[in-house]
């Protein structure tokens, strides 16, 4: 029973291993959305700055044609971008209820193991107490045999 127990508590661990580098990767995966998010703004930011500079100097229809649907592939760019967030928040809330419950799990194995070890603690101490009282009502029947 004890290796049993053993092994599950090692296999717990390592699930919870597994659970924390899922975990470490999925908030890394977010934390990399988000930077992408802010070098397009940025990027958005800067071309239409861009854009306000060379229409000081005049800009043919087509140029501003141009320029225009460039900033609208932007703005589309961007919008599919921000709609990817739920994604990337979502996974990183599952890998957390994940790892949550493999180390629960763990907790549950390391409880029972040391209840059992208590368990087998008292028994022992117990058993103890008895052959002590059995030897000690033994000596007394022997003195009082030898009286």
Same mark, same amino acid.
């Given at each position: 029973?004890?290796?049993? !127990?053993?092994?599950?508590?090692?296999?717990?661990?390592?699930?919870?291993?597994?659970?924390?580098?899922?975990?470490?990767?999925?908030?890394?995966?977010?934390?990399?959305?988000?930077?992408?998010?802010?070098? +397009?703004?940025?990027? &958005?930011?800067?071309?239409?700055?861009?854009?306000?500079? #060379?229409?000081?100097?005049?800009?043919?229809?087509? @140029?501003?044609?141009?320029?225009? &649907?460039?900033?609208?592939?932007?703005?589309?760019?961007?919008?599919?971008?921000?709609?990817?967030?739920?994604?990337?928040?979502?996974?990183?809330?599952?890998?957390?209820?994940?790892?949550?419950?493999t180390r629960k799990q763990r907790r549950s194995y390391?409880? !029972? +193991?040391?209840?059992k070890a208590t368990e087998k603690q008292l028994q022992?101490? #117990?058993? @103890?107490?008895?052959?002590?009282?059995?030897?000690?009502?033994?000596?007394?029947?022997?003195?009082?045999?030898?009286?």
């Open positions: 029973m004890d290796n049993a !127990l053993d092994f599950l508590l090692e296999q717990a661990k390592d699930s919870e291993q597994q659970a924390v580098l899922a975990l470490n990767k999925a908030r890394s995966e977010l934390e990399d959305y988000y930077n992408q998010v802010r070098q +397009i703004e940025q990027y &958005r930011l800067d071309y239409c700055n861009q854009l306000v500079e #060379r229409g000081k100097g005049g800009l043919t229809a087509s @140029e501003y044609g141009h320029l225009n &649907r460039f900033l609208t592939q932007l703005d589309e760019t961007l919008t599919k971008q921000k709609s990817a967030e739920s994604h990337f928040k979502q996974q990183v809330e599952d890998c957390q209820d994940y790892w949550h419950n390391e409880w !029972l +193991i040391d209840k022992e101490q #117990r058993l @103890e107490q008895k052959q002590m009282d059995e030897f000690s009502n033994l000596l007394f029947a022997r003195r009082r045999s030898a009286r």
